[in-house]
């Protein structure tokens, strides 16, 4: 299996960050949305169960709900 490509490391408290990474199995990339963990104060990082794997033609369904979240937050705050 090949190394995933994390594009970012979002701390989510002191000991678990959510990964979003480029994946690949079976020889199909994907984008994979991770919760990791640690227990040696982050030298290393292990994935959990959960999380959530897209395919590549479901991108740009995930990025218009993150559009309109953003849209609809940014109302909230005004």
């Given at each position: ?8 490391a979002?701390?989510?408290s ?17 984008l ?12 290393n ?28 937050l940014a109302?909230?705050e005004?």
């Amino acid at each position: 299996m090949a190394e995933n490509k994390i594009l970012a490391a979002i701390p989510r408290s002191a000991t678990e960050e959510i990964h979003i990474a480029i994946s690949e199995y079976k020889g199909k990339k994907y984008l994979d949305m991770r919760v990791f963990y640690t227990t040696d104060d982050g030298i290393n990082w292990n994935p959990t169960k959960k999380g959530v794997t897209f395919t590549p033609d479901k991108l740009d369904e995930v990025k218009n709900a993150i559009e309109e979240a953003q849209k609809e937050l940014a109302e909230q705050e005004e």
